[in-house]
């Protein structure tokens, strides 16, 4: 029982930087691990970033490290996506997905969260 609501897309120009925040409700936010998303059209979804329940572990895909930033907020049960330097191939449908946690090997699998957001449009321009 956990409800996962995105928020903070929107149209940017390239360059630019935007915030993704990911509200929880319904468990112990702080048990769960928690990962970010995105499909751009007319493609998968794919991995963006991964968080540990503590914060103190995270995992980047390849596009993206250097660039976006996760974390997380416990005592707010809110996850974030910072996402700086975004270039037009960032446009995408961006998820939060929570997973209890354990000991996974490869927090980018798609299969391994448990509960979805409903997504949120981020578009970059150029």
């Known amino acids: 029982q956990v409800q996962l609501e995105e928020s903070g897309g929107g149209l940017v120009q390239a360059g630019g930087s935007l915030r993704l925040s990911c509200a929880a409700s319904?468990?112990?936010?702080?048990?769960?691990?928690m990962g970010w998303f995105r499909r751009a059209p007319g493609k998968e979804r794919e991995f963006v970033a991964a968080?540990?329940?503590?914060?103190?572990?995270?995992y980047y895909a390849d596009s993206v490290k250097g660039r976006f930033t996760i974390s997380r907020d416990n005592a707010k049960s809110t996850l974030y996506l910072q996402m700086n330097s975004l270039k037009p191939e960032d446009t995408a449908v961006y998820y939060c997905?929570?997973?209890?946690?354990?000991?996974?090997?490869?927090?980018?699998?798609?299969?391994?969260?448990?509960?979805w957001g409903q997504g949120t449009q981020v578009t970059v321009s150029s």
């Open positions: 997905a929570a997973v209890f946690e354990g000991y996974y090997s490869d927090y980018g699998l798609e299969s391994l969260y448990d509960y």
């Open positions: 968080i540990t329940w503590s914060g103190r572990t995270t």
């Open positions: 319904g468990r112990t936010f702080s048990d769960y691990a």
